[in-house]
C-alpha cells in the first residue's frame, strides 16, 4: 500500500509561484513513475507533468517553462516548481504514483488570483 501526502498548495497572486511536495511511503519510489495532474472546475483531470524512475521529466503543453518537477529519492518525495502562475492554473492538484499499481494523492489547492 502507497500512501502519497501533497502539500504546498495556497492563494497566490497571478505571476507568482508555488511548490508542491508529494511525500510518498509505502511502495518503491525509486522505482515508481510520478508526477501531478490537476482538475479545474467544471474541467476534466489533466497531466501537468510526470518524472520517471531515472529523473526524465515531460510537461504539459500549458505549463511548459514555467513549472519543473523534480524527486528526491532520498526524502521519496516528488515536487513541482510552478512560476509565472496564471489564473488558468487554479485547480486542485494531485499527485500520482504508478509501480505495479497506480495511487492518487487527496489532492492540494491552487488558487491563482488575477
Known amino acids: 500500500q502507497v500512501q502519497l501526502v501533497e502539500s504546498g498548495g495556497g492563494l497566490v497572486q497571478a505571476g507568482g509561484s508555488l511548490r508542491l511536495a508529494c511525500a510518498a511511503s509505502?511502495?518503491?519510489?525509486?522505482?515508481?513513475?510520478m508526477g501531478w495532474y490537476r482538475q479545474a472546475p467544471g474541467k476534466e483531470r489533466e497531466l501537468v507533468a510526470g518524472i520517471s524512475f531515472s529523473g526524465s521529466a515531460n510537461y504539459a503543453d500549458s505549463v511548459k517553462g514555467r513549472f519543473i518537477i523534480f524527486r528526491d529519492n532520498a526524502k521519496t518525495t516528488i515536487f513541482l516548481q510552478m512560476s509565472s502562475l496564471n489564473y488558468e492554473d487554479t485547480a486542485v492538484y494531485y499527485c500520482?504514483?504508478?509501480?505495479?499499481?497506480?495511487?492518487w494523492g487527496q489532492g492540494t489547492q491552487v488558487t491563482v488570483s488575477s
Open positions: 500520482y504514483y504508478n509501480y505495479d499499481y497506480e495511487y
Open positions: 509505502g511502495g518503491s519510489f525509486a522505482n515508481a513513475h
